[in-house]
Structure formats: structure tokens, C-alpha cells
């Protein structure tokens, strides 16, 4: 599945931002899609993910309170709501989709086949 991500930008510490993933294929809610970040230097880390069918959301601690994973299958995309953003949000994000991935994998990367491009986020303090 091809996924293009948009949405990201400039944004002042405490504002919000809404990443859209929309993907290529119209059966999104049989993957498993994943937000995932990777700041300069750093390690591609989790975010978030939706689990696929049921729609079960998981959240990296770091956001879990603050950010918001959702799917829209009529769209075949998949939002990250980030609000009360933090200079240490600024990364790129990426969204990403797996069909067979096991659900206790989905905090790692290397698990998930298909990537989007990536869309900057940065959090000015």
C-alpha cells in the first residue's frame, strides 16, 4: 500500500496540529497503521497506532493524553490529532501500515512494510 502524509508545520508550543495519512488502497481498516517520529540524530520512535478491524488504539507514553489516532475507512486515511505540543514533538512523522503485523510488535518499526514519506513537525518553545 502507498500512504502519503501531510499536515505537519510550524506551530507554537501549546497549539495543536492534525496529520492526515491517506493511503492508496480502499480496504485501510485491514491494516494496522502506526504514527511513528524520528527527531534529528535520533531513532525512529513510536507514537501511535490503530489497530486494524477494531480500531484499538495504542499510544507511546510521551503522548498519551495529548495525541489522538483516528481512521476514517470512507477517506482510506488515518489523523493524528496533536494538541498542548512540545518543542520535544518536533520531528519528522511518519505514517506507516502493516496487514500481518502481530499486535504486541507494533511499537517497532522494522515490523511495519510500508511507509509514507514523512512530514515535518516543529514545536517552537
Known amino acids: 500500500v502507498q500512504l502519503q502524509a501531510s499536515g505537519g508545520g510550524l506551530v507554537q508550543a501549546g497549539g495543536s496540529l492534525r496529520l492526515s495519512c491517506v493511503a492508496s488502497?480502499?480496504?485501510?481498516?485491514?491494516?494496522?497503521m502506526a504514527w511513528f517520529r524520528q527527531a534529528p540524530g535520533k531513532e525512529r520512535e513510536f507514537v501511535a497506532t490503530?489497530?486494524?478491524?477494531?480500531?484499538?488504539?495504542m499510544y507511546a507514553a510521551s503522548v498519551k493524553g495529548r495525541f489522538a489516532i483516528s481512521r476514517d475507512s470512507a477517506k482510506n486515511a488515518v489523523y493524528l490529532q496533536m494538541n498542548s505540543l512540545k518543542p520535544e514533538d518536533t520531528a519528522v512523522y511518519y505514517c506507516?501500515?502493516?496487514?500481518?503485523?502481530?499486535?504486541?510488535?507494533?511499537?517497532?518499526?522494522?515490523?511495519?512494510?510500508?511507509w509514507g514519506q514523512g512530514t515535518l513537525v516543529t514545536v517552537s518553545s
Open positions: 506507516a501500515a502493516d496487514r500481518g503485523i502481530i499486535w504486541s510488535s507494533v511499537r517497532n518499526p522494522a515490523e511495519f512494510d510500508s
Open positions: 488502497e480502499t480496504t485501510v481498516s485491514t491494516y494496522t
Open positions: 490503530i489497530r486494524r478491524y477494531n480500531s484499538n488504539p
